[in-house]
T-cell receptor
Framework: TQLLEQSPQFLSIQEGENLTVYCNSS?????LQWYRQEPGEGPVLLVT?????EVKKLKRLTFQFGDARKDSSLHITAAQPGDTGLYLC????????????FGKGTLLTVNP | EAGVAQSPRYKIIEKRQSVAFWCNPI?????LYWYQQILGQGPKLLIQ????????DSQLPKDRFSAERLKGVDSTLKIQPAKLEDSAVYLC???????????????FGPGTRLLVL
């Protein structure tokens, strides 16, 4: 079983601050996805990264896939209350295994 | 375009009772997934259908859980009998492609929150 460890588990910051959350594994993934889940809703896909070292930007969010494709980070610049939610990373091993493995998530609270 | 629909949104039952959840995926999506999300954890895949065939049910507790996808569209997930540890959010997701790929997008429904007392 390929495990994804996310850190920190909880994060509470003030509006306007920057933050980084991490997703780490000892296993290699062919692709890694980041989702945001708001209370009472299902996860919503933010980004998919597939190439080692890849960096993708989505407005104030920057996603990076590690060179060895074992880890990833999500950086948020100038966080806003609307960024509040559970951030989940999910990896797909590839090959013959297309099952998504999710981490436990980072619960982010941005206070106004 | 309508998203993935699930019902009911909430369900409270007593242990040993049975319960069923319903999912209507996005129109035209070939693949449907059921996930279990226990509080404080990420979703865990229970079963995956491609059209109306089961692709992966390796993590489905088959002694008490069953699922079907008749006609390759709607799906139901049933628990009988329920245990306390089944308390969780049950998420349904769908994806467009029939053949898996590493960049596929899964679209999740809002989930059914189950509490077993």
């Amino acid at each position: 079983t390929q495990l994804l460890e996310q850190s920190p588990q909880f994060l509470s910051i003030q509006e306007g601050e920057n933050l980084t959350v991490y997703c780490n594994s000892s296993s290699v993934f062919s692709s890694l996805q980041w989702y945001r889940q708001e209370p009472g809703e299902g996860p919503v896909l933010l980004v998919t990264v597939v190439t080692g070292g890849e960096v993708k930007k989505l407005k104030r969010l920057t996603f990076q896939f590690g060179d060895a494709r074992k880890d990833s980070s999500l950086h948020i610049t100038a966080a806003q209350p609307g960024d509040t939610g559970l951030y989940l990373c999910a990896g797909m091993p590839g090959g013959s295994n297309y099952k998504l493995t999710f981490g436990k998530g980072t619960l982010l609270t941005v206070n106004p | 375009e309508a998203g993935v629909a699930q019902s009911p949104r909430y369900k409270i039952i007593e242990k040993r009772q049975s319960v069923a959840f319903w999912c209507n995926p996005i129109s035209g999506h070939a693949t449907l997934y059921w996930y279990q999300q226990i509080l404080g954890q990420g979703p865990k895949l229970l079963i995956q259908f491609q059209n109306n065939g089961v692709v992966d049910d390796s993590q489905l507790p088959k002694d008490r859980f069953s699922a079907e996808r008749l006609k390759g569209v709607d799906s139901t997930l049933k628990i009988q009998p329920a245990k306390l540890e089944d308390s969780a959010v049950y998420l349904c997701a769908s994806s467009l492609q029939l053949l898996p790929n590493i960049q596929e997008t899964q679209y999740f429904g809002p989930g059914t929150r189950l509490l077993v007392l």
